[in-house]
């Protein structure tokens, strides 16, 4: 069983920075997908990030250029920058994971992910 744990969220004015950490556990030894969703709160789930087992990632056209995924496999740790925040981006975010033999950026961004975080907070205030 995957479990997984956010933390880095916090409250920023328009232009700061925060960097998102998905901490995990109980990885299976054959790889795995890990993304990053957000939920403001009234709208759907979105996907905001994903990022394969050696490190391709893939970004929602909204944070491109501003967002960067990086990920930590010795320590099971996936890091999302985010950079040059917006009003817009303050949501609920959550990472999820799901066990997997393929990998690409494509793949793991269309992927169905299983295994979900608590998720952390991001507020962006102008």
Not at 8 to 27: D, E, F, P
Request: glycine residues 12%; charged residues 20%; hydrophobic residues 30%.
């Amino acid at each position: 069983q995957v479990q997984l744990v956010e933390s880095g969220g916090g409250s920023v004015l328009s232009g700061g920075s925060l960097r998102l950490s998905c901490s995990a556990s109980g990885y299976p030894d054959n790889g795995y997908c890990v993304g990053w969703f957000r939920q403001a709160a009234g709208r759907e789930r979105e996907k905001v990030a994903t990022v394969d087992l050696f490190g391709e990632s893939r970004y929602t056209d909204s944070v491109k250029g501003r967002f960067t995924l990086s990920r930590d496999n010795d320590k099971n740790t996936v890091f999302l920058q985010m950079d040059r925040l917006k009003p817009e981006d303050t949501a609920m975010y959550y990472c999820a994971t799901f066990p997997t033999h393929s990998s690409g950026a494509r793949y793991c961004f269309n992927g169905k992910y299983k295994s979900w975080g608590q998720g952390t907070q991001v507020t962006v205030s102008s």
